[in-house]
């Protein structure tokens, strides 16, 4: 599902701006924006992150400010002196008229200044990321729990249809069985010539009656049903479970429509699967 956070906040004198951005994904896919002074940031908060995600392709950005800045920066002096004395070397051996070098001379030399971050000032920064992190991953599920109630609703509101037109479809097992069994009366009318053995001919109309009984499927159907409901309630994630069911849900529907002979079973059967491609649209990519 989708979900969104935004998470400003200071500890111990840095200031942390963490965004969370999630649309639906049948996997969990995390990427990052952050400054590339905090690029290990990335591996350390995929743990935390999958403690509160499982499906969904998540971005998060962020940015990080404070006084550690200010010693962010260093100069290279051992490059500056190389430099130095090299651009020494060339005025004398060209003997160019100078009064010597300037610092606008090797200010632009490239690699010349450096930024780097105390490993003991990197961990402190980590720990109030992963605070500031964790507390947007709250947001961001809480986010997700108001659209997930929203969509609980739709579902339940289908699959009372569903269980409605499953048990329409229930008053019409009697009928449709003898419609499959006039069928095949009437096909073997058209080889009343051909010599049949009489008993091995009962057995196989028998056999073929019970394959035509759509009562399994039906009951199936209900479990399944019965089932999405109750993970429906449950608090952990079970959208991969629901997804199942309602594959399984396509399933029995399409074996269903192969069996169904008479008109009354053959429209609830289209309404039915009318149904459950909206189920399954919707929850296919649900945590």
Excluded at 46 to 57: A, H, T
Excluded at 130 to 145: F, G, I
Excluded at 198 to 205: C, G, H, N, S, T
């Amino acid at each position: 599902m989708t979900g969104y956070s935004r998470v400003v906040e200071s500890v111990n004198g840095v200031t942390y701006s963490l965004e969370i951005k999630g649309v639906n994904h049948k996997y969990l896919n995390v990427s990052f924006s952050l400054p590339s002074l905090f690029s290990s940031f990335e591996i350390k908060s995929l743990p935390v992150i999958r403690e509160y995600v499982k499906r969904g392709s998540i971005l998060v950005k962020a940015d990080i400010r404070g006084g550690f800045e200010s010693e962010l920066v260093q100069p290279d002096l051992a490059l500056a002196k190389a430099y130095y004395k090299a651009i020494i070397d060339i005025k004398r051996e060209l003997k160019l008229n100078s009064s010597g070098v300037s610092i606008s001379d090797i200010i632009g030399v490239q690699g010349l200044f450096k930024t780097y971050l105390k490993p003991e000032v990197e961990k402190d920064i980590w720990k109030g990321f992963e605070l500031v992190l964790r507390k947007a991953l709250d947001s961001y599920n809480r986010s997700r729990e108001i659209e997930g109630e929203k969509l609980k609703e739709y579902l339940s509101y289908h699959l009372d249809i569903l269980e409605k037109t499953v048990k329409k479809m229930h008053s019409y097992e009697s009928a449709n069985r003898e419609r499959y069994r006039e069928m095949i009366l009437e096909r073997i009318k058209e080889f009343s010539e051909i010599k049949i053995d009489e008993q091995r001919l009962e057995q196989e109309v028998i056999l073929m009656i019970q394959r035509s009984d759509i009562g399994e499927e039906l009951s199936r159907l209900e479990g399944h049903i019965s089932r999405a409901r109750e993970l429906m309630k449950a608090d952990e994630a079970v959208g991969s479970e629901i997804d199942f069911l309602f594959q399984e849900l396509t399933r029995e529907i399409n074996t269903l429509s192969n069996k169904s002979k008479i008109p009354e079973v053959l429209s609830p059967v289209v309404k039915s699967k009318s149904i459950i491609k909206k189920l399954r649209e919707q929850v296919q990519n649900t945590e």
